[in-house]
């Protein structure tokens, strides 16, 4: 990336931040409402952030490649460490050893974790994938072995005429 | 070794030294050394520290022209920033916004039952409060360099424990170039120390505070269908106060301020406490040994024996000193 895209990717994660999971689930557990509107937040950011480090990095494909490239940047963004495992024309898939929710409180239980996991993943997947590739082009599955403690977490996206 | 900067215990520590090094001397009297031993040792001690006196000394007068140069830069520097950077406006209005934060997060803080939001809130109130009162310094040192009356606005709206703070600080500053501690101090809480993404900080900064805040708000109005103003409002007052915090944060790192601060916080501790410790616990004993030595002959070799034996263990302590002093050289 060159200097002034490097400024231009900050700046865009500064406008669109993502929301704090490890806040903003106590929040909601307590409440006992507001995933919906969790779920729409998140969309809203990462379509966001999607349309951004497309024209930044000036992408113009609507292809998996697009997708693992735009994912690649907003994990450098946010300092997340993410180990591709396949990338194909129809599949990209890649492990990661940190998230957000895992720094959830521990008075927080793993069902929940995993409940808010799933709101959290689809609503980021189904951002990225509508706005890189297109709407109801993919679909995204993830492990949750990190909330489980049981290693590392893989996320897969996979175009559906593949399957 | 935080604890062994406070000086009470230097003191405490000297006081002990000084009295164990008397009794153990003392305890000495009786026993009875040959001439001849305690002419080598006084020989060989003296020539040893004087040899490390004359090390330190070398360092001294190197760290002590490192720092000159160091403070010189900075105090033609710093008036800058009184004068063009921060107006007088730019001041009262950043200060006034912080008020607004901390008077809004306080009162959240004290509604809400959830303890991470909580946490959140109230670390935003405090960092909001210590902002204010840097700026409340600041235009203090500003209303007295341009020599304009006193208006004491900012520190109306201050408690008695913000009013401490701001009394402390304000006293701390006896350089000039000390307003760009708090200068530093005022650019690392705003933004955080960091990396091109990653904070490598384990504090959050304010501005990532507040935004984390302006989500959880939005997400609350919209979950209670209530007011979007509390978000609104909030959002406007981080982009102004970002807006202001970023022309002075670009002069600052500019004008490398972070970098020749960091140097004058290396050149503070080769010149602090433990190295002025070192230099009279073993400069001391030495000129005593040096005093002695042409008057020490059979004669007086007795009654020299239980001085030789205090400046033996002073020295002793120096070194301990000495290297207390290396060790904090090699923790910063």
């Keep these: ?163 | 070794m935080s604890s062994l900067n406070k000086p009470l215990i230097i003191i405490s520590i000297l006081l002990v030294a000084v009295a164990v090094a008397f009794v153990l001397s003392w305890q000495t009297v009786a026993q009875s050394v040959g001439y001849t031993d305690l002419t080598r040792a006084l020989t060989t001690t003296t020539a040893t520290f004087g040899t490390l006196i004359g090390v330190i000394t070398a360092g001294l007068m190197f760290t002590q022209g490192a720092f000159s140069r160091l403070a010189s830069e900075l105090n033609e520097k710093s008036p800058t920033y009184l004068t063009e950077v921060l107006s007088l406006e730019k001041i009262q209005s950043i200060a006034a916004r912080l008020a607004a934060l901390r008077k809004t997060f306080t009162q959240f803080a004290s509604t809400t039952t959830v303890k991470e939001e909580r946490d959140l809130y109230t670390r935003i109130a405090i960092k909001a409060s210590d902002l204010f009162v840097d700026f409340a310094v600041i235009l203090k040192l500003k209303l007295r360099q341009q020599g304009l009356p006193d208006t004491d606005l900012l520190v109306s709206e201050m408690d008695s424990t913000l009013y401490d703070v701001y009394e402390k600080t304000r006293r701390d500053i006896k350089k000039e170039w000390q307003l760009l501690n708090i200068i530093k101090r005022i650019v690392d809480a705003w933004e955080g120390q960091t990396a091109f993404f990653l904070e490598t900080t384990s504090k959050p900064a304010l501005k990532a505070d507040l935004k984390n805040s302006i989500a959880i708000l939005k997400l609350k109005e919209k979950v209670d269908q209530g007011s979007a103003d509390i978000a609104k409002n909030t959002a406007k007052t981080l982009n102004e106060i970002d807006d202001e915090f970023s022309e002075l944060s670009k002069r600052f790192h500019e004008d490398r301020i972070p970098q020749l601060l960091s140097q004058m916080v290396q050149a503070s501790i080769l010149r602090g406490r433990y190295f002025y410790l070192t230099l009279s616990f073993i400069a001391i004993p030495l000129l005593v040994n040096l005093i002695i030595l042409p008057q020490l002959s059979q004669a007086t070799a007795t009654f020299f024996q239980p001085i030789i034996w205090a400046t033996s263990l002073l020295s002793i302590i120096g070194v301990v000193f000495l290297f207390l002093y290396i060790y904090k050289i090699l923790n910063t």
């Excluded at chain 1, 557990?29 to 990462?46: D, F, M, P, T, V």
């Excluded at chain 1, 109801?136 to 290693?151: F, R, V």
């Design chain 1, 1 to 163: 990336m060159k200097k002034s895209a490097e400024e231009r990717i900050k700046r865009l994660f500064a406008e669109y931040p993502y929301p704090p999971i490890d806040v903003i689930i106590p929040i909601l557990e307590r409440a006992g409402r507001g995933e919906k509107e969790l779920e729409s937040q998140i969309y809203e950011i990462y379509c966001n952030l999607a349309k951004g480090i497309k024209e930044i990095m000036s992408l113009k494909g609507n292809n998996m490649k697009t997708l693992a490239r735009v994912w690649e940047v907003a994990t450098s963004a946010e300092g997340m460490k993410m180990q591709p495992l396949e990338l194909s024309e129809s599949k990209f898939s890649f492990s990661i050893t940190d998230c957000p929710m895992i720094h959830v409180g521990k008075n927080v239980s793993t069902n929940v974790k995993g409940k808010f996991c799933d709101i959290v993943c689809t609503a980021g997947s189904r951002a990225l994938m509508d706005t890189v590739l297109a709407p109801h082009k993919g679909i995204c599955a993830w492990s949750k072995t990190l909330i489980k403690g049981t290693g590392k977490c893989a996320v897969t996206f996979e175009l559906v005429k593949a399957k």
